[in-house]
């Protein structure tokens, strides 16, 4: 068998708590260096430390993305997980253990690499002899892959940032397994790494992250939230930058940020906020969400601008926070009780995570209303290549706002919930421009905001409101479309999906079928997609959830019939999508219905 390059995936298991972050981070690192194509992913516990975690890199130049379908080499630390780690694993798959655990390893099908990392670790440093080990499994697998040190030690530079004992302690360790691999190990797997051009404008991001620069480029005037993962990176975010990025010239912050004493409160803050003419944020997950519910109404009805980031976990509740999934989609659609319709910003990478992050303000103030942001663990807590973000070009879009007198005399009839306009999108003052601002009982008041429970008025102005958020249909991120010339089979996705969709598609059309594809990016939806499905014969909708909750919401929205035309291929497991398992749904999904 010849070389295998760039084109493999290593899993890592190792117990949370041991360092082993800091060592998976530098080996993704010193990948993403060599000009490869590298992706991670953590699947970690969300109880104590100790508990078991595992790191999955994948390497392919065709740009798929982790997990992949299966481990080519694995690495084993954990004991506790040891048996099933190694019993999982097809033959002549290598396998690098640490031989200080003193546990057997039954397998003469494998390519073994046993090391005694512990020891190895004690003699360069006894006090951090567990966490050093890690470095060990590192420099292994750099001599093995045939990854220069130079751009190993730019990796762990970049990891310690400038802490020269850890740099110093890291690059040893390092260093001595490769000397362990030189010298004791023979060489007898087929994996290399190839080093392609490497483009130094490009930099591995989380989803949190890019999000935070993104509403700091936004204007965001303040951030209240409540810990919950996984979200709270993205509030530890704003909060780390915001003295770089956003101090007035005499060296005090422009965003105020806030850890409330609940959700609740976080919510109530970012519509006081909205209120006042200032651009307010939270950031949550799910069950935020749900306990946010009747102030995400209150804020639809009086047309307040407010801005919420879901970060989606697995629910509901407590359910397997550090898991991911597409199951808040419906729920931020229609969040609160009675007739609500809300707007939806969904991101597929993290460049658009920058850039949605500081539209969602623009749009939160152009409709008068609350916006979601959409992501998951899975874009929001790993690490994606940008290759650099758009700033924006435009100003702030601070909606229909009247700052004057004259402002309001120009306007015949003014009241705060009169549409002069026909957008269904009205006028509103704010506290401190010497105008009287209005503040409303939510949906039992008049065009002037005067108390009213009168049906015809109620009516009227809900009628209002769905024709308001109707109009942002073609105004917000319209879908990516990649068509083929036959139209025979359209899959619909959105999220974090688009980063194994090439994957799927390649797999399906490996089977013969050419795939066009369709990904939303907002709610409502754009008419483009209505029109994307009547011209193709049959159409998937595909995502990460239990029930097809963006097949429910087509079903609702496109033409009657058209309908038929749409079947569902939805599932999750938590864990990030496998193309295959999705490719091999899709199929199954085809033959059963003989479409």
């Known amino acids: 068998m010849g070389k295998i390059i760039n084109d493999f995936t290593i899993n890592i298991a190792t117990a949370n708590g041991t360092g082993s972050q800091s060592a998976n981070l530098i080996l993704l690192n010193a990948l993403f260096r060599m000009g490869t194509h590298a992706s991670g992913k953590n699947l970690f516990p969300s109880n104590?430390?100790?508990?078991?975690?595992?790191?999955?890199?994948?390497?392919?130049?065709?740009?798929y993305q982790a997990p992949g379908g299966k481990t080519n080499i694995q690495i084993a630390m954990n004991p506790d997980t040891w048996v099933e780690d190694i019993e999982n694993l097809e033959p002549n798959t290598v396998l690098i253990y640490n031989t200080d655990t003193r546990l057997p390893v039954d397998r003469e099908d494998l390519i073994l690499y046993p090391v005694p990392m512990g020891t190895m670790g004690r003699k360069i440093n006894p006090k951090l002899a567990k966490l050093v080990a890690n470095m060990i499994y590192v420099g292994i697998v750099a001599e093995m892959l045939e990854i220069p040190q130079d751009i190993l030690e730019e990796a762990i530079a970049?990891?310690?940032?400038?802490?020269?004992?850890?740099i110093q302690i890291n690059s040893q360790a390092s260093i001595s397994g490769r000397e362990f691999f030189t010298n004791e190990l023979n060489k007898a797997d087929n994996y290399y790494v190839e080093k392609r051009e490497f483009d130094k404008n490009q930099f591995l991001i989380d989803g949190n992250e890019a999000v935070a620069l993104g509403c700091i480029y936004g204007g965001i005037n303040m951030l209240s939230w409540y810990p919950i993962t996984p979200s709270s990176s993205l509030a530890e975010s704003i909060d780390a930058y915001v003295?770089?990025?956003?101090?007035?010239?005499?060296?005090?912050?422009?965003?105020?940020?806030?850890?409330?004493?609940?959700?609740?409160?976080?919510?109530?803050m970012v519509l006081g906020a909205g209120w006042a003419g200032a651009r307010g944020m939270t950031c949550t997950s799910g069950p935020g969400i749900s306990l946010m519910s009747e102030l995400i109404g209150l804020a639809y009805?009086?047309?307040?601008?407010?801005?919420?980031?879901d970060v989606t976990r697995v629910g509901p509740s407590t359910g397997l926070p550090t898991r991911t999934q597409q199951g808040d989609i419906s729920m931020l659609y229609e969040a609160s009780h009675g007739d609500t319709q809300h707007i939806v910003l969904i991101p597929g990478n993290v460049d658009e995570c920058f850039e949605f992050g500081w539209k969602a303000f623009d749009y939160a103030e152009k409709y008068q209303t609350m916006v979601f942001g959409f992501t998951d663990l899975d874009l929001g807590m790993n690490l994606w290549v940008s290759k650099g973000f758009d700033y924006p070009d435009e100003p702030l879009n601070r909606g229909k706002v009247l700052k004057t007198k004259e402002d309001i005399e120009k306007i015949e009839n003014y009241g705060r919930y009169r549409d002069v306009d026909g957008d269904g999108i009205t006028y509103r003052t704010l506290p401190?421009?010497?105008?009287e601002p209005i503040v409303s009982r939510g949906t039992g008041r008049d065009e002037d905001g005067v108390y009213s429970e009168k049906s015809d008025i109620y009516r009227s102005n809900m009628e209002r409101l769905r024709r308001k958020i109707e109009g942002s249909r073609t105004d917000l991120p319209q879908p990516v479309l990649r068509e083929e010339k036959e139209k025979e089979?359209?899959?619909?996705?959105?999220?974090s999906m688009e980063n194994t969709i090439q994957e799927i598609d390649d797999i399906l059309e490996a089977t013969g079928m050419k795939v066009s594809q369709c990904r939303v990016r907002a709610l409502p939806l754009s008419p483009e997609i209505n029109d994307f499905i009547r011209r193709h014969k049959k159409i998937i909708v595909l995502e990460i959830n239990r029930d097809g909750q963006m097949y429910g919401i087509l079903?609702?929205?496109i033409e009657t019939e058209l309908v038929p035309k749409l079947h569902s291929v939805a599932f999750s497991d938590g864990l990030p999508p496998k193309a295959i398992e999705y490719a091999e749904a899709i199929l199954a999904k085809l033959e059963?219905?003989?479409?």
Do not use: N
Request: proline share 4%; charged share 25%; with cysteine.
């Open 48 to 63: 104590i430390a100790g508990l078991p975690t595992w790191y999955i890199i994948r390497v392919s130049d065709y740009g």
């Open 158 to 166: 970049k990891q310690f940032g400038g802490k020269e004992k850890a």
């Open 243 to 268: 003295p770089k990025l956003r101090l007035d010239k005499d060296g005090k912050s422009t965003c105020a940020i806030i850890q409330a004493e609940d959700e609740l409160a976080a919510v109530g």
């Open 301 to 309: 009805y009086t047309e307040i601008p407010s801005v919420i980031w």
């Open 432 to 435: 401190g421009s010497g105008l």
């Open 489 to 495: 089979l359209g899959i619909i996705y959105y999220g």
């Open 555 to 557: 079903r609702k929205e």
């Open 592 to 595: 059963a219905f003989e479409i």
